[in-house]
């Protein structure tokens, strides 16, 4: 995070999008992380079948790791301190792409793998169905939980004395992130449903949890966006990137977690509906065939085509 340490006046994209700072808490750690990912990836591809969904989850897990360099040590964290914009966009980024993003690729084995054999015999044991920590993980990513978990943290952080503390000390701003960051993992969890933890919830189930986190987020956008006065005093001494006031800052902030936010429910929907459809047609499907092979049986039987009777084939039954 840069703190508002009084950086160059920015008036273009390209001035944006060329602020990067890996020394930061937040980046080393970011690194460290993507590190032993690869590794573990590295052990599980010499040692498994890496076919095209293997390579498809890899690619997932690399898109969201990139969308958490760009958040957590690219433009988005560089300017989060002057910007309302620019930290609202890291709150959008971790949340609503990053982490539906990892939870596709599934990484979990490959941080297993990047163990050392004793841990990764340890943990292995610890993620079976029975295991302490999935346990946990199952209780903190049911729907009733995950939820409410969700927005409670969203809603929590953006009180403007919780908002402003957060800027203010940079180990606090650590832990908004990884809050909002791992509730929204438990909140999309039950969507995706990747190992060791199964969604149970059917994808009309899914399609009605998803709407029920629609309504708060849009409202509390909406309020950020319609807002008269300046929330977070933080930002009033803030030097004008853009030459936007801090009104019009607070403003594109808003609309940035109304509009793109929305996006994202409305293609997870979108992708649910389908997904139904198809799940529905496979199983109509499955039916007719079923169907048709028990009436092609019963049609053979009436017309006298069915199985021979056991005392026909017997050894001599032509000589009866």
Request: charged share 15%; no cysteine; hydrophobic share 50%.
């Amino acid at each position: 995070m840069n703190g508002g340490s009084g950086s160059e006046l920015i008036n273009s994209f390209a001035d944006f999008a060329s602020a990067w700072d890996f020394t930061t808490v937040p980046a080393v750690l970011f690194l460290i992380i993507v590190a032993i990912y690869t590794v573990g990836t590295a052990r599980l591809a010499i040692r498994t079948k890496a076919d095209d969904v293997f390579w498809l989850k890899i690619a997932a897990s690399f898109s969201g790791f990139g969308l958490l360099a760009i958040a957590l040590a690219g433009p988005l964290d560089f300017y989060s301190g002057e910007l309302f914009a620019a930290h609202m966009s890291q709150h959008i980024v971790i949340a609503m792409f990053a982490a539906p993003l990892l939870l596709v690729g599934q990484p979990m084995p490959s941080y297993v793998w990047a163990l050392p054999r004793p841990l990764r015999i340890g943990s292995g044991t610890a993620l079976t169905s029975k295991g302490r920590a999935v346990t946990v993980l199952r209780n903190l990513t049911r729907p009733v939980v995950a939820l409410p978990l969700f927005i409670g943290t969203l809603y929590a952080w953006h009180i403007p004395a919780a908002y402003n503390g957060s800027l203010e000390n940079e180990w606090v701003h650590l832990f908004m992130h990884f809050t909002m960051f791992a509730t929204a993992v438990f909140f999309w969890w039950p969507i995706i449903g990747p190992p060791p933890v199964r969604t149970r919830l059917s994808f009309p189930q899914r399609i009605v949890y998803l709407l029920f986190a629609v309504t708060p987020t849009a409202l509390l956008a909406a309020l950020i966006t319609l807002s008269k006065s300046v929330l977070y005093d933080f930002y009033l001494d803030s030097p004008g990137h853009f030459s936007w006031s801090p009104t019009e800052d607070q403003r594109v902030g808003g609309l940035l977690m109304w509009i793109p936010g929305n996006f994202v429910y409305l293609g997870s929907l979108t992708v649910l509906f389908f997904r139904w459809f198809a799940d529905e047609e496979r199983k109509s499907s499955t039916a007719s065939a079923a169907n048709r092979r028990r009436h092609a049986t019963v049609q053979r039987t009436n017309a006298g085509e069915g199985p021979p009777d056991i005392a026909d084939s017997a050894p001599g039954a032509d000589q009866k």
